[in-house]
C-alpha cells in the first residue's frame, strides 16, 4: 500500500517562509516522480512544482506564479520530497498536496498522477 504523508503547513505572515515535507512508503520512490499540486479555497486543484526520478540530470518544473519562490528537492535515501516556499504571498494560502506517479518522468498534468497525500493546510496571512 502507498502512502503520502505531508507535513510543515500552518501559518506564516506575508513575506515568510515554510518548508513541506511528504514521507513516501509502499512504492519505488527512486523511480517515481514526484510533484506538489494545492487547492486553494473554492479553486481548482493546480500544479505547484514537480521533479523526475534520479536519472542522470533532473528535471524540474514550476508553476509561474512561484517560480523564483519555491524549490522543490528530493532525498533518495529517506524517501522524502520537500517544498521549501519563501517570500509566501496570500495567494499562496491553500491545501498542498504531495503526488507521486508510477512512471520516472515529471509532468505537470494532475490526472497523470497515482498517489496523492491527505494534503496539508498553508496559510499566509497579510
Known amino acids: 500500500q502507498v502512502t503520502l504523508v505531508e507535513s510543515g503547513g500552518g501559518l506564516v505572515q506575508a513575506g515568510g517562509s515554510l518548508r513541506l515535507s511528504c514521507a513516501a512508503s509502499?512504492?519505488?520512490?527512486?523511480?517515481?516522480?514526484m510533484g506538489w499540486f494545492r487547492r486553494a479555497p473554492e479553486k481548482e486543484r493546480e500544479f505547484v512544482a514537480v521533479?523526475?526520478?534520479?536519472?542522470?540530470?533532473?528535471?524540474?518544473y514550476y508553476a509561474d506564479s512561484v517560480k523564483g519562490r519555491f524549490t522543490i528537492s528530493r532525498d533518495n535515501a529517506k524517501n522524502t520530497v520537500s517544498l521549501q516556499m519563501s517570500s509566501l504571498k496570500p495567494e499562496d494560502t491553500a491545501v498542498y498536496y504531495c503526488a507521486a506517479r508510477r512512471s520516472g518522468s515529471a509532468t505537470m498534468t494532475e490526472s497523470d498522477y497515482d498517489y496523492w497525500g491527505q494534503g496539508t493546510q498553508v496559510t499566509v496571512s497579510s
Open positions: 509502499g512504492l519505488t520512490f527512486r523511480s517515481s516522480a
Open positions: 521533479l523526475n526520478a534520479p536519472w542522470s540530470f533532473s528535471y524540474t
